[in-house]
Structures are given as structure tokens and as C-alpha cells.
């Protein structure tokens, strides 16, 4: 039996903001032995730390209802185009992901993505969101790259479309924080779920990257989701 790759929380309301998280999840199906220990299953490779908690906060107190993967990353990468080629990852940040290699790719994009992204064109598509916020968190070093520096508390991601979150990195500098412009990595390269389910349809979003010590406890993550929460309803009231 297979695993439904989304959970939903909250109902949205017309015209309101909601949430996206691709990789708030960590479930493996059981037909899938994934040949890594359980200890990497708590890291960074396999679900972004610490997001999952900030989501069900916005949903259940901010009123910012949540889209959530309930799938690991590793099992299919939710945020990637269906025929990219780390869309099934055989290596993630220096760790052989052995049980991938030969994996087959139709049957986990039949029984997990394309199910994950049709529920998320009907929700978007009932919702008709003003503001979409696309949630991810990263390491704050790669283990792979250990020299390279990640000094940003956050960072905002877009493509073409880059007035919201241009307006967000200003006022989370406000906050004086260290805030990234397409950091740590470009929404012009990485941007799948948002091109898909934002850019193409004409809806603003801020696709948001919080590193992942400031919201890995239950503290962290409930300040976190007061604050994007705030600077998401202030962004959206701008657009208008």
C-alpha cells in the first residue's frame, strides 16, 4: 500500500495567503529500502529541518493554511522538474543513497509526485491565494563543502517574478537579520514547485529559505512562524 505523499492543514480562504512545504516530510514507503541508516533520516538530505513545525504553527494559529509533503525528499524530490535528473537523488550531500540506484521512476512519479502536485494545482486552484509562501530550510554548512560559508539567518528565492520577495528581504532586514537576495542558492536555477504552481499561473509568492538552527526547537519555530507570518500578510497588503 502506498503512502499519500500530502497532508493538508487549514482551509484556505479566497484570496487569502497559504503555504507550500515540499520538504516538510519524512516518509518512506516500506517497499522502498532507501540503504541509509536511521540517523540520516533526522538530517538535512532527507527532510528540511525544523519547516514542518513552522508550517503547522502558520496553519493552526496565523491562519495560513499548509500544503505539506508527507514524503521524504529522498524517496522523490517534490521540488524538482519531473524529468530532472536528481528528481530520485542516488547521492545527497556526500552519502551514497544505495537503495536509488535503478530506482524505478515511473512507478514513484505515478504513486507520489504527480499526486502530490495535482492536489496542489486544485488546492491553489480552489484557493486563488493572493500570496503563496513556499517554505524550505538549509544547512548551515554542507558536509560536502565544509569551507563554504552560509552566514544568512534567511534567504528569499524567485525567478521572474521577484517584487514580493524583494520586499520581504527588506523588512526581514529591518528585524536585523542577514538576509539572502537568491541565497544560498538561485530561485533563477532552483525554483520548480513556484515556476510551476505561481510563475506560470500569475501568483505572487515568497519562496522562503530559513536556516535550519534557528528553527530546529519548538521555540525557534514558533517565533519563526510568527514572523513570516507577519511579513507575509504585510507583503500581501503591499501587492494589493
Known amino acids: ?6 497532508r493538508q492543514v ?3 480562504s479566497r484570496g487569502g495567503i ?30 528540511d529541518i525544523g519547516v514542518e513545525g513552522v508550517a503547522e504553527r502558520m496553519a493552526r494559529r496565523h491562519d495560513i493554511p499548509a500544503h505539506l509533503a508527507t514524503i521524504s525528499r529522498l524517496v522523490i524530490d517534490l521540488h524538482r522538474e519531473e524529468d ?25 512519479v505515478a504513486l507520489y509526485y504527480r499526486p502530490y502536485h495535482d492536489a496542489l494545482a486544485q488546492w491553489l486552484d480552489a484557493a486563488d491565494p493572493r500570496l503563496i509562501v513556499s517554505l524550505h530550510s538549509f544547512t548551515p554548512k554542507l558536509e560536502s563543502d565544509p569551507d563554504e560559508e ?7 528565492l524567485y525567478n521572474e517574478n521577484s517584487e514580493p520577495a524583494l520586499r520581504a528581504i527588506a523588512m526581514f532586514r529591518a528585524q536585523g537579520m542577514n538576509v ?17 504552481h505561481a510563475e506560470a499561473k500569475g ?3 515568497l519562496a522562503i529559505e530559513v536556516r535550519q538552527d534557528h528553527i530546529a526547537t519548538a521555540a525557534g519555530q514558533q517565533r519563526w512562524a510568527g514572523l513570516i507570518a507577519d511579513i507575509a500578510n504585510r507583503v500581501a497588503l503591499m501587492l494589493d
Request: charge should be negative; glycine fraction near 10%.
Open 1 to 6: 500500500m502506498s503512502l499519500t505523499p500530502y
Open 10 to 12: 487549514g482551509t484556505p
Open 18 to 47: 497559504v503555504l507550500v512545504a515540499d520538504h516538510a516530510g519524512t516518509a518512506v514507503p516500506d517497499d522502498i529500502p532507501l540503504g541509509i541508516g536511521p540517523d540520516l533520516m533526522k538530517r538535512h538530505i532527507a527532510v
Open 84 to 108: 530532472h535528473e536528481k528528481l530520485i537523488p542516488v547521492e545527497s550531500d556526500g552519502h551514497l543513497i544505495a537503495g536509488n540506484i535503478g530506482a524505478d521512476r515511473d512507478r514513484r
Open 150 to 156: 552560509r552566514p544568512w539567518d534567511v534567504g528569499l
Open 180 to 196: 539572502g537576495d537568491n541565497e544560498p542558492y538561485s530561485g533563477r536555477i532552483l525554483n520548480a514547485t513556484m515556476n510551476r
Open 203 to 205: 501568483r505572487d509568492y
